[in-house]
């Protein structure tokens, strides 16, 4: 495949047709620079790189898709020029300079160095994407209409499988980066957000807490016994089993897909926990949709898991209202 002729040549539109991959352009691998071409119908992306085993999926024909580990390394290797990032820094600099100067103000504004922010913006878009495949729901194009209960289609442990088969370069690295990130089981979008809010790095604009268990059951089959429980087996969304400390996230769109009983479900599902002796916390959308709301929830969920929040800098506090941004709009809650 070379490019807009061949994509024609071979029928290829068609055939994603039948296979209801509508969306174009097509994004496409292209093993030399000469066969790079970008159009309404195919984005050219050149690979010239080793292909890990098992990480292409046979759509049939010939015809081949790459698998989800493969394109999280392909996000993670992707190059482009800053140039127009400096020039907005530097004019955010100015600009910020003399408002400051004219409101009178002494000190000097906090600005993120925005070739550092791009790098770290590039990894959490990596990991977000990272934690869609390692998670049971499928955001569409539009990000409208999100399915649920999907199965996943990788593992932290497969990621880094396929990043240690193409040996080190600038993207394997990165993509190593994005495997630590990554949160296994998420059951929805906000899910991802509130989880990767909470665990990363304070220097990305996280909170730093350690990684949770997301959607992992917990046997409750004592509980039940003694009478106390409806069930064998509950999963609650977020869970940090060694402290018992448990998260449940009340998710207007997640419920209103799997219907009216699954807040009562929800419900159920927390006091079980409760019994068994875990702290469980509950999260709703309108906890979520103000800054506020999650760092509040940071504050309550770091005191129950024993340990203190870092403090932040000036510097930090910027980047984790960007993270918020950067998260917040890409998801429905």
């Not at 469980?280 to 969920?301: H, I, N, W």
Request: glycine share 8%; with cysteine.
């Amino acid at each position: 495949m070379s490019g807009q002729r061949d994509f024609r040549k071979c029928r290829i539109g068609e055939r994603l047709d039948s296979l209801g991959l509508a969306a174009r352009p097509v994004d496409l691998i292209v093993p030399a620079k000469s066969a790079r071409s970008s159009g309404g119908l195919v984005r050219a992306h050149l690979w010239s790189g080793i292909v890990p085993q098992r990480s292409m999926l046979d759509l049939g024909g010939g015809l081949l898709s790459c698998g989800a580990e493969l394109i999280v390394i392909q996000l993670c290797s992707a190059q482009s020029k800053l140039d127009a990032l400096l020039d907005a820094h530097a004019s955010a600099v100015r600009a910020e300079a003399e408002l400051a100067a004219g409101l009178g103000l002494e000190e000097g504004p906090t600005i993120d160095h925005p070739l550092k922010w791009e790098r770290i913006r590039r990894l959490i878009a990596a990991a977000v994407v990272a934690c869609e495949f390692a998670g049971t729901y499928r955001l569409p194009a539009d990000e409208k209409n999100v399915s649920y209960r999907a199965s996943r289609l990788m593992s932290s442990a497969s990621l880094a499988s396929a990043i240690a088969e193409m040996g080190e370069t600038s993207g394997t690295r990165r993509a190593a980066r994005v495997c630590d990130l990554t949160l296994e089981g998420s059951a929805s979008p906000m899910e991802t957000v509130l989880g990767l809010m909470l665990t990363l790095p304070v220097e990305y604009g996280g909170f730093g807490i350690e990684r949770p268990q997301l959607n992992c059951p917990v046997d409750v089959s004592s509980c039940r016994e003694e009478g106390l429980a409806d069930r064998d087996v509950v999963t609650p969304d977020f869970l940090w089993p060694e402290q018992r400390v448990a998260i449940e996230y009340d998710s207007d769109e997640f419920h209103a897909a799997r219907g009216a009983g699954q807040s009562a479900r929800d419900a159920t599902r927390a006091n079980i926990l409760t019994t068994l002796g875990y702290r469980v916390f509950r999260a709703t959308s309108r906890t979520v949709r103000a800054p506020e709301g999650v760092a509040l929830l940071a504050r309550q969920v770091s005191h129950a898991l024993g340990i203190s929040l870092e403090p932040t800098t000036p510097l930090q506090e910027l980047r984790r209202r960007k993270l918020y941004l950067e998260l917040m709009p890409r998801t429905k809650a």
